[in-house]
């Protein structure tokens, strides 16, 4: 079947625009998350869905982030007016949750890119 | 607070040689480790991970890793690389909260 997809691939925007960036998960998958990988770092946890609700935002950097899953599936992650310090791969993953231990399986990313 | 080290930004070895990857967590609480591979324009994939049990796990393509709790380590190994095995290796922990906490990556480069 059909991995986690996201779009776009890339983005490129201006300093203090908005941007959204979407995910899709494996179909039946109901944990959803989000990780930013900035150049030469690991990924960063920012947050994670179960269902349609956030389970634990504790990742997210400040207001300016903000994740929706309005029903159960494909995710947005918004960032409003955007700063330089923004750029950086944004990767979703999504597991079936069962369990902790559940593998995690990852989308290609999002290269956010702020001039 | 959990942590991962991975103790080496870069390896560079020849092909048919044996390799060691290596990490080294903290956490005050029980963990699971995995090791995650990212192929040069390809996303994270999932290598190997230890739940529970037998502390030697493997992966379908030869490596594998060892939990040694009282080192806190787990280290990643081949006993013999191919030039497809070049790639960025990720260690990472989580426990119940679900979160994966990451190391910074080691880049295996596999020379003929």
């Known amino acids: 079947g059909a991995g986690v997809s996201q779009t776009p691939s890339n983005k490129v925007t201006e300093k203090g625009k908005y941007v959204e960036l979407r995910c899709d998960p494996i179909?039946?998958?109901?944990?959803l998350y989000w990780y930013r990988q900035s150049l030469g770092q690991g990924p960063e946890f920012l947050i994670y869905f179960q269902g349609t609700g956030a389970a634990d935002d504790s990742g997210l950097p400040n207001d300016r982030f903000f994740a929706v899953r309005p029903e159960g599936s494909v995710s947005t992650l918004k960032i409003q007016r955007t700063e330089r310090g923004d750029s950086a791969v944004y990767l979703c993953a999504s597991s079936r949750d069962r369990a902790p231990t559940d593998t995690q399986y990852f989308g290609p990313g999002t290269r956010l890119t702020v001039l | 607070a959990q942590s991962v080290t991975q103790l080496d930004s870069q390896v560079p070895v020849f092909e048919e040689a044996p390799v060691e990857l290596r990490c080294n967590y903290s956490?005050?609480?029980?963990?699971?480790l995995f090791w995650y591979v990212q192929y040069p324009n390809q996303g994270l994939q999932l290598l190997l991970k230890?739940?529970?049990?037998s502390t030697l796990v493997e992966s379908i393509n030869g490596f594998e890793a060892e939990f040694n709790k009282s080192q806190t380590s787990f280290h990643l190994r081949k006993p013999s690389v191919h030039i497809s095995d070049t790639a960025e290796y990720f260690c990472?922990?989580?426990?119940?909260?679900?979160?994966?906490?990451w190391g910074l990556g080691t880049s295996l480069a596999v020379n003929p």
């Open positions: 990472a922990v989580s426990g119940n909260n679900r979160k994966l906490i």
């Open positions: 956490s005050s609480v029980s963990v699971y």
């Open positions: 179909s039946g998958h109901t944990a």
């Open positions: 230890y739940l529970s049990g």
